[in-house]
């Protein structure tokens, strides 16, 4: 069975400050890692994903990705109040597989 | 629209009473899922449907039922709830089209109480 750790558990940034989130993963081919996140009585909603090796950027987020280290992270630049939520790491587990495994998740909080 | 709904976003349930939870998506969506989520844990895959098969987790496969009456809507069923019960629950909806890489979108939750 496929693990995802995520890390740090919580984390405090000041407003304006890059906030950065980490995520490993037990199995090298999975397929597709998503970052998700989930505002106070609200389902996770889909952030950024990668499927490649390499960087990924759309607006404040990038996402960069290494499969042979077996590690994922999402950079937050310019971190605002409203970023303060939790996010989760999925990942779609190896070919053939359609079940999203999810870390525990990072909760943000980003101070005014 | 992007919308999945759950009904109801709360629920309070005696030990040993059946629990039943429902959801619904408009996406035309082919795959729907439901997972347990407890405080400080990781979301947790109890079964997905695609289309009107069943596909339930080895260890959660006698705890829970599910029925998929049509595409729109799906819902679980606890027979006998206990203590350990007590959780939030999501429920996603895919399409199979994307494959591997189709975004699974979340319903806001119901988060149950057991007593």
């Known amino acids: 069975q496929e693990k995802v750790q995520q890390s740090p558990e919580s984390l405090i940034v000041p407003e304006g400050a890059m906030s950065s989130l980490n995520c490993t993963f037990s199995?090298?081919?999975?397929?597709s890692i998503w970052w998700y996140q989930q505002h106070p009585g609200k389902g996770p909603e889909a952030l950024i994903?990668?499927?490649?090796?390499g960087n990924k950027k759309e607006g404040r987020l990038t996402v960069y990705l290494n499969r042979a280290s077996l590690h994922v992270s999402l950079h937050i630049r310019d971190s605002q109040p409203s970023d303060s939520a939790v996010y989760l790491c999925?990942?779609?587990?190896?070919?053939?597989?359609?079940?999203?495994?999810f870390g525990s998740g990072t909760q943000l909080t980003v101070m005014p | 629209d992007t919308t999945v709904k759950q009904n109801p976003r709360y629920k309070l349930a005696r030990v040993g009473k059946p629990v039943n939870l429902i959801c619904s998506q408009t996406?035309?969506?082919?795959?729907m899922y439901w997972y347990q989520k407890k405080p400080n844990q990781a979301p947790k895959l109890l079964l997905f449907?695609?289309?009107?098969?069943?596909?339930r987790e080895a260890d959660t496969f006698e705890k829970f039922q599910s029925s998929r009456p049509n595409n729109s809507f799906c819902s679980l069923y606890i027979g006998s709830a206990g203590l350990e019960y007590s959780a939030m629950y999501l429920c996603?909806?895919?399409?199979?089209?994307?494959?591997?890489?189709?975004?699974?979108?979340f319903g806001p939750g119901t988060r149950l109480t057991v007593l």
């Open positions: 996603a909806s895919s399409s199979r089209t994307g494959g591997v890489y189709a975004e699974q979108f």
């Open positions: 199995n090298s081919a999975s397929q």
């Open positions: 994903s990668i499927f490649s090796n």
């Open positions: 999925a990942v779609r587990g190896s070919s053939g597989s359609w079940q999203l495994i």
């Open positions: 996406m035309n969506h082919d795959t």
């Open positions: 449907y695609y289309d009107k098969i069943l596909n």
